[in-house]
């Protein structure tokens, strides 16, 4: 059964007109910021204990407020509340239920306090349970592309640059570049929740208040790291939202990237990767087709990121301090981020999980585009030559390969002699797996690469 609130707004007595319904419709955030409504509740019940403490609530108001916010709180779950839009947004709806419930400890509730700090509040609560979930869902991310990266241990396949085939890599070495830049971005995330975990409670309008309520109790109640330093700040600073959709910006970049690429992999042209069919689509013409749209969203989504993003920015940019309404915007760009990022996350997890590399077409691209060359140098640079000597010498060979119409590394050794008399006959011997198990700097794809993953790993446990 639904809920009825009585609609009579809590600031009608400087008023002689009612709101009109144009103007209701345009102002109310209801539509937007319903999500927030428990953290609301949450932030209230705090808010009463303080009025508790300095004797503005009596013991049984209290205790009626508490028993009535667990309530608004099982009915708002069970969808049993329909919010009222001419009382504008979830504080005045929160606090009208309360005073139907209640009576009089309902109309004391909002003793010390401003919609304004209640909103910062609650958008500060949400912040930290939803940018948990975020960074929790790139650790996922991370672990499925770990998991691949371990069963898949064995395959090569090109790297490139300016996307033409440049050397030797393996199939994990590739992927798991990705978990780097991810772990970058968790950390980000984790950074920006340290700095947005300070609770504006109490700021009221602007200035704070002459009611001797007590910031840290609350603070400490909602499990915030301090109360915010200072009042005006805590109800104009939009500041960690900036951070988080600056930092999902990048981790959208980042999404993007890896999804252009196993686009490019899964292409017909490459063939590196088979998508499993759950995580395909079909077209409705072309009955052959099996198409990456999970891929193509989560770059498409990259955009709306990005361009909330920009809203942002420009919502605070010039702002003055205080409250302005402009804030109410803030949500929608927020939630879209939130919302773009945790699905291209859960997406992507689910989809890597699935997908099979086909080591046979990785290993044959390897095996045309010259892609020992640069170890051709690197061995005549092991015999005494320059780099540069060596670079050129290579080069020639690969012209003259490519007037032979074949790969460098199957020039016979008599054009190798021709090109330089450092060249011994085991130089035809080399192979791409040499190659790789050659490179052993810090970082590398050879042997080197078992302590990245060990690094990697490390990185992942450190939650
Ligand atoms: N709905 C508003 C928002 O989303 C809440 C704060 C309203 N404060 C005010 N003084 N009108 O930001």
Redesign the pocket.
Known sequence: MSESISSDNPWSGRFSKQMSDLLVGFNT?LPI?GRLFPCDIEGSRAHATTLRAIGILTEEEFSALDVALDEILVDWQAGSITLTPSL??I?MNLERLLIDKIGEAGRKIHTAR???DQ?ATAQRLYFKSSTNELINAIHDFEVALLAHCKTHSDIVMPSYTHLQRAEATTYAHWLATYIVMLDRDRRRFIDALHRADECPLGACASTGTSIGIDRNLTSNLLRFHAPTMHSIDSVSDRDYLLEFAGDASILMIHLSRFSEEIIFFVSQECGFIELDDEYCTGSSIMPQKKNPDVLELVRGKSSTVIGNTTTLMTLLKSLPLG?N?D??ED?TAWFSILDSALASLRILTALVRTMSPNPTRMQAATQSGHILATEYANYLVRKGLSFRNAHQTVGCLVKTADRMKIDVSQLPFSEFRAANELFDEDITQMSVRDLIRMKRSTGACGSAFDDTIKAIEKLLERN
Request: charged share 45%; net charge neutral; glycine share 0%.
């Open positions: 955030s910021e504008e947004d504080h401003s919609r304004n909103q409250y309404k804030l109410q949500k």
